[in-house]
């Protein structure tokens, strides 16, 4: 039998040699020792003595049909409610860059090649029914999420086996030993219950997870669906009786009685909700909105707080992305020269009042983004792929085409218009064609008003070299429809990246994902440079090389010019009306809600009643 949990040192076992078997551990990090010992009461960054009580009413943009999880992305609009009411075996410490603690889980063994690992259960772990959550429950969730989910599929592909090794234990067996991810992701598994998904509803009529529903469904977690009105309102309620509220990796949070999310089809709407105080928090994208609309008397009298939170925790890419499933694109001569004729900074000027900056980085914001020309291991590296990657990517710092004024804009163009000649284009009675004397006409696919103005404005600058431009803005159904199918010339895509890549390149950039419906891979790219360098990012066995080895991944993909760069802005705007408080927000929690706040009466008191 394995001694108590709170005995329990944090031991690395890669160090630890001649040990018969791994040693427990209270928490994992990818790479060194993690903060907190596996006593810890808490976070450094929690009250523990936060006030429990009132309600926060936040706003989503769009709709829902859905509260399955299972199929999300593949089917329906999913609920974001959906995903408070479930755990994973650990949660992530958001003062650290990679290092999670026991949630469901209280501890997890691995051997030094990376190999397995195993969870155990917490004994006290239950479902809001009552019933324990069991090895079958994870076992279960696993094998649905990779059967249902594109993303579950790529990210969990390695794991070839899990199987029940205790009353409480759960081992993953992987398909090599190496990659020291595998572990830690195992963690990040959403939990789900396998009797209630198997059970019938209250029509008894057999429920089906690999179909939407809008049926409540069962957690485990600080909150439950208490009611919701379809495509409209959701609210949660915190679960009085919690099972895990004073684990140390709960203690401090989750600490309104309810959580309202109120569901709007277009953001200038939710604005004006927020303004006539029908919502309490609104997370703002739109530059020309935090720069004008935000001067309403509640702000001038200081009853509204904006803040911008500093995103420390992910890096980005967001761009026009092309589909190289369709042969016009195939060339990277022509996908170039879209880019110099994109006129980043005066779109910067005109629609964003300056407060962007342009992407140079599929990493941006990271210390894993590429700069100057590679040297030392990341040139070793890439050095490995040589023959199989643009000459530019060893000789020239990448950098995007400035425009800005009419002399810069001329020479883009000029540029622009090489780069088609030598690609085997020209302009015809002013639209460009290639070789056969075929026109290059781009349907551009947005989904929103905000992104469809970005692509108005960028569309008579295609238009100055030759290319026929069209707008097709959708709904949210066809255009999942139409993503899930790769159905488009260009659309905007966008990556969030954390700070420790790992299996989940391979669904972005991966030859194996560009043909599978619904996957990340919204370019479709299928190289063999980009497949080795991602496994080699996937298989890093230290911090350095695993810095240097997205870098060349980094270096690679700007090179292959595989979209057009758009821009960036590394702060999160909110703006609340000031009713609640936090203790100090950690490094890598952006704004820090829900979890970390809480409803402080004594400043709703100052501002008055809600309407």
Not at 82 to 87: D, G, K, R, S, V
Request: charged residues 25%.
């Amino acid at each position: 039998m394995a001694p108590a949990l709170s005995r329990l040192p944090f031991i690395d076992t890669a160090n630890a040699q001649g040990a018969a078997e791994p040693a427990w551990r209270h928490a994992l990090s990818l790479f060194g020792d993690v903060k907190y010992p596996a006593d810890f009461k808490r976070f450094d960054y929690v009250n523990p003595d936060a006030p429990k009580g009132g309600t926060v009413r936040l706003i989503s943009i769009g709709t829902f049909d859905n509260f399955n999880i299972a199929v999300a992305g593949i089917k329906g609009s999913l609920a974001p409610a959906a995903t408070q009411i479930y755990e994973t075996l650990m949660a992530k410490s958001q003062d650290e860059v990679v290092s999670e603690y026991g949630l469901l889980a209280e501890a997890a063994a691995h051997p030094d090649d990376f190999s397995w690992v195993i969870y155990r259960l917490r004994k006290e772990a239950r479902w809001h029914d009552g019933k324990p959550v069991t090895p079958e429950d994870v076992i279960f969730s696993l094998e649905t999420l990779k059967k249902l989910s594109p993303f579950y599929g790529a990210y969990y592909r390695h794991v070839v086996k899990s199987e029940k090794t205790g009353d409480r234990d759960i081992k993953f067996t992987f398909d090599g030993p190496g990659n020291r991810e595998l572990p830690t992701i195992v963690g990040e598994i959403p939990v789900l219950p396998k009797h209630w998904w198997e059970g019938t509803d209250e029509q008894g009529r057999k429920r089906d997870i690999s179909t939407t529903t809008l049926e409540k469904p069962l957690g485990s977690g600080p909150y439950r669906i208490k009611e919701f009105v379809a495509a409209r309102t959701i609210v949660l309620e915190r679960v009085k009786d919690y099972w895990g509220a004073s684990l140390p990796v709960r203690v401090g949070q989750n600490n309104f009685d309810e959580m309202r999310f109120e569901f709007f089809r277009d953001n200038l709407v939710a604005l004006e909700a927020f303004k006539a105080d029908q919502a309490d928090w609104i997370a703002e994208n739109s530059a020309k909105q935090w720069a004008t609309a935000y001067e309403f008397p509640a702000v001038v009298d200081k009853r509204v707080v904006r803040e911008e939170f500093p995103i420390n925790d992910s890096g980005r890419m967001q761009g026009f992305v092309f589909n190289l499933r369709r042969e016009q694109f195939r060339d990277a001569r022509l996908r170039r020269a879209f880019n110099y004729a994109y006129d980043f900074e005066e779109m910067n000027k005109q629609l964003f009042y300056g407060q962007y900056k342009r992407i140079n980085s599929y990493f941006e914001g990271t210390e894993l983004a590429c700069s100057g020309v590679p040297q030392g291991l990341e040139l070793q590296i890439l050095e490995t792929v040589k023959d199989k990657v643009p000459p530019e990517v060893f000789t020239t710092p990448f950098a995007n085409p400035v425009g800005g004024n009419p002399e810069n804009v001329r020479s883009n163009l000029r540029e622009a218009t090489k780069l088609l000649k030598e690609a085997g284009f020209e302009v015809k009675d002013r639209k460009l064609v290639d070789g056969a004397g075929r026109p290059v006409t781009v349907e551009i696919l947005v989904e929103s008003p905000s992104s469809e103005r970005i692509a108005l404005f960028y569309k008579p600058s295609l238009e100055r070299i030759g290319v026929t431009a069209s707008i097709r803005i959708v709904d949210d159904a066809q255009y999942e429809n139409r993503m899930r199918s790769f159905d488009y010339d260009v659309t905007i895509g966008s990556w969030g990246e954390s700070l420790s890549p790992g299996n989940e390149q391979r669904e972005f950039w991966g030859s194996q994902a560009a043909d599978a419906p619904g996957s990340r891979n919204l370019i479709g790219i299928k190289n063999p440079a980009i497949d080795a360098l991602i496994e080699k990012v996937i298989f890093a066995r230290d911090r350095e090389t695993l810095v240097a080895t997205t870098r060349a991944l980094d270096r690679v993909l700007l090179w292959n010019h595989y979209l057009v760069p758009q821009f960036t802005y590394g702060f999160a705007r909110y703006a609340r009306w000031d009713r609640f408080s936090n203790a100090g927000l950690p490094k890598y929690a952006r704004s820090g809600l829900p979890s970390l706040w809480w409803y402080d009466a004594e400043k709703a008191s100052r501002i008055g009643k809600r309407s």
